[in-house]
């Protein structure tokens, strides 16, 4: 038996040596003695907690849960449907007033915007012959700039250049119109 | 009183049990690494293995009652402990402890701790087909040199039950190989 396991072994030895093949990582062996008393120093602390319950606390805990438990369901099943919509009502009544105060506001209170461009001329006409406009009503209505420069041309101009003016480009049909 | 003896003495002395353990662990920590390392494969479990068993001959040095060497105390520890946690992991994974073993040396070509080639993985997974008895003979014979005595010692058997593991120890690796290569 010992010459067969002689060869045998012989075979393997020969086929693939005696190195198993495993290594380990760099320094390994090095820190192994600190690894070890640090993991042994850990297990010497303690592992109980100083912290303390009263004696029969974990006894009735289940049943106190349970009725926690329990008494929260009931409430649930205590609000009607009835209550619910008397809860409602003071904030419907809120939002009543908000929704009122927004829709006049936004939609009621428009006004419609007048332009120049929707009166009608014959309008403008009917408006000018019936009110009585006063020539400082009017000279406030016109802006600055365009006072300033009448008052210089009216004070150049002499009273012949205007009758000739008037003579000359002012059709008589439309003032007598 | 032989350095063996002394050792055991300051380990089991209060005052000087913590310094005379450092020794204990230079001493002994590479052998039993590897031995280890041969029966749980991966380096990371064999870290946790050989920690708890260094942690184990701390604790339990007191109940050492020196019929055996301390050497072979130890390394019956860290065998008993190499072998449980194995099998707890195959408990773990569901698995049988023969797939396991097969499991871990199919992912050996990938280890960054595995630096051998392909007829090593071979061997490997040869080994790992073995009865675990076989296993255990076959790594500290073939690969340790341990004597059949000191294995004996370790593993609580007799040298002739020793041997005869061994035999087929070798003669199934030797055909694992064969049919592989060729």
Known sequence: MDKEIKNSVDYISKKAGNKTGFSTPSNYFNNLEEAITVKLSEEKFTKENSFEVPDTYFNNLEDR??????????ETTIISFKDRVLKMIPIAAAASIILFIGLNSFLFNTTEELTLDAVSADDIKLWLD????TTNEITLALEDDILDENDFSFSTIENETIE???????????LLN | ???????????????????????LISLYKERLYWHIRKIVISHDDTDDVLQNTFIKVFRNIDKFNQESKLFSWMYRIATNESITFINKRAKQRNLDISDYQHELTSTLASDDFFTGDEIQIILQKAIATLPQKQQLVFNMKYFSELKYNEMSEILETSIGALKASYFHAVKKIEKYIKLETN
């Open chain 1, 65 to 74: 849960i349970l009725t926690k438990v329990s008494s929260a369901e009931k």
């Open chain 1, 130 to 133: 019936t009110s009585a406009l």
């Open chain 1, 164 to 174: 000739d003016y008037i003579n000359n480009s002012i059709d008589y049909t439309d």
């Open chain 2, 1 to 23: 009183m032989t350095d063996e003896t002394l050792l055991i003495e300051q380990l089991k002395n209060v005052q000087t049990k913590e310094k005379a353990f450092r020794e």
